[in-house]
């Protein structure tokens, strides 16, 4: 009896068991799916952020502030570092469950999700909450896609040589007006017995960063606007020689004593403890470090500049570019609530907001009302004023380009700086990977 | 079981009845049992391995919508694809070596814990198995500083012996990378081989080796021919163990080089990552799991055939 009980109580639980693995299917069908959520619903967003400890305090404090201010919306904050953000968001925007909200950068990340159907609209919500007066046109216009926007912008980030002076001091460096210089400081610097640069390859996206205004500066902005978005006739494709130069100004670099060994396999996070612990006296980096920068007592006690002009013939492009690009926040397509996640958009480029993002973590704002020059740091003032000087951005290579071309070209920049592949030799293989790419979306 | 064999013996047709309902029962209670387990199985192993191998046949991403059928066309690919085959060629180095030193260092240790040593084997046990018990993320994250150029022990460690430590670092050279990671992955797993191999090593009867010992055969002696001899499947376990993880190691080498410099590194493991979630290129990525599946099954088959032993019994 006993026995058959057991068995009965066995029979009923592995039914169960069976029902419950079922039932996920079967539940949305019971409910009316396209309905509307009701009003007084509690609105729960889910908000991805590929983000660090500094931004993430902010990113708290922000949205603590945003659901005091609107009670019926709640954000689920999901910060990830770098290299998992990026591996997520592929996993979870192809999914039936992703982020409401999250992070991205403008360029082809945008661009591939846009031509995907991942991305909402935002266009209307522009209007409605006044961004095109309010956020810089140039910022809007990196997450513009055929009259589209489909990012709020809320930083620019920049790429600066930011430099100790009191060693450059003691040094009797002065900044440099020119490439030439450039390397002549390198070549000085070398020869006490330290690199110039603190450079960390590791991840590969630190060197694609010199190829991306060293592109720009040897081939002209004209042509790798064609050969990046691969416009450019398959005869013409990458075959510019300022790419083979490119890669050769970055060998002039390594030559010079610019970089110390050992770089590709140092992180950015090594590189930065070794600039901020003087071991170099430069160091070649993105405006979010100015945040760590000032958290590690630097503030005031570092200049910054440009990549200088190459003052050569065999540089085409405008000499006046700065590497520099923006980032943003994109809504999916697939959120159940739109309008809640414009209006934390709108919230979090708002000016109060970003006047908190310059005075807690150093990022540059993409709204001039938010930059109060009284109280902003030394380094965000220069960095603004600097890009007002500028006549255009050259944006992240690894960005603009598509995955798997960006890839031959991280890849490249490691093999090059190891002395595995010459630059023509790189070069070919980005070309080589940029005709395949371009015969299959021809296809 | 024994009601069986005498329904053999003494075939009646209602005896052999009632046995035959007492089976069905016993059946049916063994299939209830194991059904949970095959529901599992066929849900988390069988389903997914036939949807990988369906999915090897197209061209897809896993963010977009294109799915287009290519029948064969990513395992030519793949044939041409001269990542692919460096990160075999990665996977077949790791296994050597893994075997090689894993087992050999392994077996050595416990020799020595077994019966090389009189006094500190649970502390030399400890001290080398403790590196297993961490997790790989932990334990790569500490090599990378102990690889790091400018801070780390090693560059210190071999300007200590006067040599020179390698320009372009532990992990960024690419002719030493794969070594580096070998370093740590021996370091790591060298003292799980050893607990299995010791555990085999004291299960062996101590009476084999006192009656050596009366006719007087040295350590060397009794090591190679009853201890070796008496944990053969022991042995043969762990090196089929070892096979299989150099074959679908991902872990330490994703935390440590993420395939790097330029791809050297590279396993099959990082690069069915790389493939499914950097370049967006799914379908190729299952190409190459199918592949690796095809290993691991050949593997495990393997150490089906090498450790069955005929039953004496039979």
Known sequence: ?443 | MIDSVQTHKHPSPTRGARVSARQKREWLDGYLLVTPAIVAFVLLVVYPMFSTIYLSLFDYGLTDARIRFVGLGNYIELTQDTIFWRSLRNNLTILVVSVIVQVGFGLILAALIDRGIRWGKGIARTLNFAPVVMSAVAVGILWQLIYDPTVGLANHFVRLLGLTPPSQGWLGDPNIVIYSILVVACWQYTGYVMIIILAGMQSVSQELYEAAEIDGATELRKFLHITLPSIRNVNIAVILITMIGAIKVFDLVYILTRGGPANASQVMGTYIYYNAFTVNQAGYASTISVVLLGFALALGFLQLRLSYRPREDA
Request: charged letters at 20%; one cysteine or more; hydrophobic letters at 45%.
């Open chain 1, 1 to 443: 009896m006993i026995q058959h009980l057991a068995r009965f109580a066995f029979i009923l639980v592995l039914l169960l068991g069976v029902a419950a693995c079922a039932a996920p299917a079967s539940a949305p069908a019971a409910t009316a799916p396209e309905q509307a959520p009701a009003i007084t619903e509690k609105q729960t967003l889910d908000l991805w952020f590929n983000s660090d400890d500094l931004l993430n305090q902010y990113n708290e404090k922000i949205i603590a502030a945003f659901e005091a201010a609107t009670p019926g919306i709640d954000i689920v904050y999901s910060p990830y570092p770098n290299e998992a953000y990026k591996t997520n968001l592929q996993v979870a925007i192809g999914s039936n469950d992703p982020p409401d909200i999250f992070f991205n950068w403008s360029g082809d990340d945008t661009g591939r999700f846009v031509r995907e159907g991942h991305l909402l609209d935002l266009t209307p919500y522009a209007e409605q909450f006044g961004w095109y007066d309010q956020l810089s046109p140039a910022m809007l216009a990196a997450f513009t896609i055929n009259d589209k926007l489909y990012g709020a912008p809320y930083s620019q980030e920049a790429k600066y040589f930011y430099y100790h002076i009191d060693m450059f001091e003691e040094m009797g460096l002065s900044v440099p007006t020119n490439f030439d210089e450039l390397l002549g400081i390198c070549r000085s610097v070398s020869a006490t017995g330290m690199p110039a640069l603190a450079f960390g390859n590791q991840e590969r996206w630190e060197g694609v960063h010199y190829l991306t205004i060293f592109n720009q500066k040897m081939a002209g902005e004209e042509t790798i606007a064609l050969d990046y978005s691969l416009s450019n006739p398959a005869d013409v494709l990458f075959t510019d020689p300022g790419y083979v130069g490119a890669f050769e100004r970055l060998l002039a670099m390594q030559e010079a004593g610019c970089f110390g060994d050992a770089i590709n396999s140092t992180t950015p996070d090594a590189a930065l403890i070794q600039f901020v612990n003087k071991v170099t006296p430069m160091y070649y980096q993105g405006t979010w470090i100015m945040g760590s920068l000032k958290e590690n007592g630097l503030e005031g006690k570092y200049g910054m500049f440009r990549m200088p002009p190459m003052t050569d013939a065999a540089a085409k492009g405008n000499q006046n570019f700065v590497l520099a690009g923006p980032i943003g926040l994109e809504i999916s397509s697939k959120t159940p609530y739109p309008d809640a996640a414009a209006k934390f958009l709108d919230f979090y480029v708002s000016q109060s907001s970003q006047q908190a993002l310059l005075a807690d973590v150093n990022r540059i704002p993409v709204r001039a009302d938010a930059v109060d020059r009284d109280t902003a740091s030394p380094g965000v003032i220069a960095v603004v004023d600097d890009l007002a000087t500028a006549e255009g951005t050259a944006l992240w290579l690894d960005v603009v380009l598509e995955n798997s071309i960006s890839e031959v070209y991280l890849n490249s920049i490691q093999e090059v700086l190891a002395g595995a592949k010459t630059p023509t030799e790189a070069v070919a293989a980005v070309r080589e990977q940029a005709l395949k790419v371009q015969a299959n979306l021809a296809q």
